[in-house]
């Protein structure tokens, strides 16, 4: 049998908003797909034919004929056209599965268009899965009852990915995964609740294997799970022997960016920023919006919290590191004043290179229940569920006023950095 794979599409920054791709510098829009399918397709045996469809870039062959097991891996976003699949697909008499963070979070809404659910890791349940749909009998649910044991992973089949670049698909670099599961609750993650509160870390032989495949194609690797890397000794100690490996690895970077936030960035001490720069990291994505410095930092009444924030950017700085930063607007205790005081900020701080996101409500996350609960989500058109658009109703300023202020960042802050434009393309490439 065949098992067909489909990442479907959706809209990110770009897409939505195209008039501002006037102002901003990018050279590409489409980022590499998630792990998800990857790291499924490395557990499908031999005898299964694997067929991969990334929906932003081709055709998913709904037409296509023969024996086959459509498997679709979605988040909030894609949500909307994910559906749209398996309807196309089970009308033409497929067996459609459905897993991703969408369809652990929202398994009735899913399982109303599919055959079969994944609720959490799949890996587990995977070869259940497999062997189901060759008898043609597909259980409404599959639940890994235990975390999964990340030692006994494959490395992810990201080469599935990279066969589809091309002239309007060819990313600098691709996810690595370095964990599984987080203790904190973040108001806006869904983390703990798809993949447990157990942090598991990969072994450090499992990371490099997943960075050496890369590198064996000319590409690199982005490391964005901020925890694995700096949350407690024991992780921090890990990623310290990731580093040192890196370093002796090559003199060319392995790693485009790590993802941080900015009270990370205070609490890392000196050496180990030193070891950062010495295993060729020259980038962070530093995200905002969700930690007490960014959240109070740009409300103009938490002085504390604004000179944190100056102390961080200014921290990366000292040691090489450029600090991507991404900015969320729309948090409980922004005005109508927050875009301004952000792009002060940005200039004071010289940050070159940053994003900018409306506070979404994913399903399933602290904030979806407790705006649920006050009756402020707008709508559940999940494709509008981006960072892109407004989907609840602001504290204090109107919907619209949040939405004229995303779109005003993007434009001043880039509108003052023309000479963006003239870097290469390494150094002013922004995923947007």
Avoid at 383 to 395: G, I, L, M, T
Wanted: proline content about 6%; aromatic content about 10%.
């Amino acid at each position: 049998m065949k098992v067909k794979f489909v990442y479907p599409a959706f809209q990110r920054h770009a897409e939505a908003h195209p008039e501002l791709l006037d102002c901003v510098p990018c050279d590409e829009y489409f980022g590499p797909p998630s792990l998800g399918i990857a790291s499924i397709a490395a557990m499908t045996p031999d005898d299964w034919e694997i067929d991969f469809r990334d929906d932003r870039l081709e055709d998913v062959g709904l037409d296509d004929d023969g024996d086959t097991l459509v498997a679709l891996s979605f988040f909030t976003a894609a949500a909307k056209r994910g559906l749209e699949l398996c309807d196309a697909f089970r009308a033409r008499g497929k067996q459609v599965v459905v897993g991703g963070i969408f369809p652990t979070m929202m398994p009735e809404v899913a399982a109303q268009h599919a055959d079969a659910v994944v609720v959490g890791e799949g890996e587990g349940v995977w070869h259940e899965v497999l062997r189901d749909a060759k008898a043609g009998q597909l259980k409404p649910r599959y639940r890994q009852q235990a975390p999964f044991e990340v030692c006994k992973l494959p490395l992810p089949r990201v080469d599935l990915y990279m066969e589809k670049e091309g002239r309007n698909f060819s990313p600098d670099d691709y996810p690595v995964q370095n964990s599984r599961g987080c203790p904190m609750r973040c108001s806006a993650c869904v983390l703990p609740e798809q993949m447990g509160r157990k942090m598991r870390l990969f072994p450090v032989e499992h990371v490099l294997g997943q960075i050496d495949q890369l590198a064996a194609r000319g590409k690199r690797a982005s490391l964005t799970e901020d925890t694995a890397f700096f949350f407690g000794n024991g992780a921090r100690r890990r990623f310290g022997e990731l580093l040192d490996a890196l370093a002796e690895r090559s003199e060319e970077p392995l790693v485009s960016y790590i993802g941080v936030s900015m009270p990370l960035i205070l609490v890392t001490p000196d050496d180990f920023m030193k070891r950062l720069r010495a295993a060729g990291v020259k980038m962070f994505y530093l995200v905002g919006g969700f930690d007490p410095i960014t959240q109070g930092a740009f409300t103009g009444k938490d002085d504390k919290a604004l000179q944190r924030a100056y102390d961080a950017i200014k921290k990366s700085h000292d040691h090489g590191i450029e600090p991507y930063t991404s900015f969320l607007v729309g948090n409980e205790d922004d005005d109508a004043g927050v875009f301004d005081r952000m792009l002060e900020f940005g200039d004071r701080a010289k940050i070159q290179k940053a994003e900018f996101a409306v506070r979404t409500p994913y399903p399933g996350t602290p904030q979806w229940h407790q705006l649920l609960a006050e009756d402020r989500i707008l709508h559940r058109d999940w494709s509008r569920y981006n960072d892109a658009h407004v989907v609840f109703e602001p504290k204090h300023m109107t919907a619209d006023e949040l939405m004229q202020g995303y779109l005003y960042l993007w434009r001043q802050f880039y509108s003052s950095r023309s000479h963006l434009e003239e870097l290469g393309h390494a150094e002013r490439t922004i995923q947007f």
